[in-house]
């Protein structure tokens, strides 16, 4: 009777991970640039002496949805969209190089551009950006900043610094808690392509590719897996309560 409950018991666990990675998918529904995380469940013999009989039900990260979000156009000069596969690098809290999808930016008051959680947008070089004062600002299809500086005509714009935009292959990305990806291979001579050509789109955002009903479904499904499950464990323990009773009459 303890496979069954153990069985059960693991599912149930794994029912509530999956909820858990439903909710933040959920969660963010509205957030620039999310991904969707993915996530399934497998099954895992447990080893050692006495276990062969024993499956886990593991609960395993497969990753995000690269595919891309919608597109909405805002109008606003600061806001850029990026092609397929195509990351910003930025500055995470940490200090260290990080990568994201979400291209709603803002200049600080000492004229550093910022994404919209703060993080600091990196040029080629991976230094953080700083604009010079200006009276206007564009962002070119392939990442170059110009400005027309303060008090100056149409015909003095000029290029200020380009933004950072990498190639990054989605098998080799990680999600950290803070929301950003990084490279999950650490070594310096495997770090990711500057991208080349257009690379992005300007007054333009990428909306997260959560698919919220089909995420809604998914979770009612996720929930009636769980109850069935402590169902289970709770008709094994009735079960075993009544055999230990016929036990006691018959002894």
Known sequence: MDKALYVAMTGARASLQAQGTV?????????VGFKAALANTEAFKIQGKGYPSRIDALHVDQGFDRSQGH????????????QQDRWLAVQSPDGSEAYTRNGELALTANGQLVTANGHAVLDEGGAPMTI???QAMEIGSDGNISIIPQGEGPQTMAIVGKMKVVDA???????????????TITDPAQAFAVATGKTINS????????DAAGALVEMIQLQRQFEMQV?????????????????????
């Open 132 to 134: 010079p004062p200006h």
């Open 169 to 183: 292959p989605a098998d080799r990305l990680t999600r950290r808690a803070d929301g950003l990806m990084r490279n």
């Open 23 to 31: 909710s933040h998918n959920l969660a963010n529904v509205d957030t």
């Open 203 to 210: 007054g333009m955002l990428e909306g997260s590719n959560v």
């Open 71 to 82: 597109q909405q156009v805002t109008g606003n000069p600061l806001d850029v969209s990026l």
């Open 231 to 251: 169902k289970i464990i709770k008709n094994g323990d009735d079960n075993a309560q009544s055999a230990n009773s016929m036990l006691r009459l018959n002894g």
